[in-house]
């Protein structure tokens, strides 16, 4: 079995690199995704795929409580790193309204703008939403059709979930599907078609069951696979072969790995 984590934060894990790498290795994870979120972070998340790639690969992006950092120049940043073998998207981007770090109107311009980045790059994207589910499928129907991605950490309600599904994009469930009180999002998970699915950590944050409250590191997907499997009544390698073709056929840039 082979397991692609789509959304890891390599830069702030509590371990070095090489041993989560290692790790990793060991319980299947034969890539990952390190994601953007600032303009220094995205300096950070390119050095660490390009240093571990084809292993690792990474995504650029301003993510919502960074958008008033955004401008010409971290823009201009960004698209001059695109095109390099170890960049397969943008993210993460999208919108959150329940911190508000960034005024919403900032956090939609910068959203917007990535979102043509995405598309004249030709790249997914993934995508944060927390307590904004309508300015954000507004957003993402404005460009159907033209830009892919997922929504990646996916807590919304079903109703985000259906549109997003509508809309063209994928879900990606994260640990939090394991904890005790997501039951809601369990039964958003038994649904969701297994040809849209994913799986992330997002670590070093929400650590599954029987880990929660400790630092996640990309070896603790599987636990999120297996409950995932279990929901959906299959195999846990049907699982692996579902998630592993999504992750190919949405990040195409993904590099082959060596046999």
Not at 49 to 57: D, E, G, I, L
Not at 159 to 179: H, R
Not at 191 to 202: A, F, S
Request: glycine letters at 6%; one cysteine or more.
């Amino acid at each position: 079995m082979h397991w692609i984590d789509v959304q890891a934060h390599l830069e702030m894990l509590e371990q070095s690199n090489d041993t989560a790498l290692n790790l990793a290795t060991e319980q299947g994870v034969t890539q990952m995704i390190t994601i953007g979120t600032h303009p220094e972070e995205n300096k950070k998340v390119l050095q660490i795929a390009q240093r571990y790639f084809p292993q690792v690969v990474c995504t650029l992006g301003i993510h919502p409580h960074e958008a008033k950092f955004y401008n010409d120049e971290v823009e201009q940043e960004m698209e001059q790193h695109l095109q390099k073998p170890a960049v397969v998207g943008v993210g993460e981007i999208g919108l959150d309204y329940y911190y508000e770090h960034s005024d919403r109107e900032l956090q939609k311009e910068a959203f917007r703008r990535q979102l043509h980045m995405a598309q004249k790059a030709q790249l997914p994207i993934e995508i944060h939403t927390r307590d904004a589910e309508e300015d954000t499928v507004k957003i993402l129907k404005e460009f159907k059709g033209q830009v892919k991605g997922l929504i990646h950490c996916f807590t919304g309600t079903e109703w985000l979930a259906k549109e997003a599904l509508d809309v063209g994009f994928d879900i990606s469930f994260s640990g939090v599907v394991t904890f005790k009180n997501a039951q809601s999002l369990r039964d958003i998970a038994k649904w969701v078609p297994l040809d849209r699915i994913h799986v992330e950590t997002d670590a070093p944050f929400l650590a599954p069951v029987p880990h929660r409250g400790k630092k996640n590191h990309p070896a603790l997907i599987v636990h999120t696979a297996q409950l995932i499997a279990d929901l959906k009544g299959v195999p846990l390698e049907e699982l692996s072969s579902h998630t592993l073709q999504n992750a190919k056929k949405l990040f195409t840039k993904l590099p082959p790995l060596n046999s």
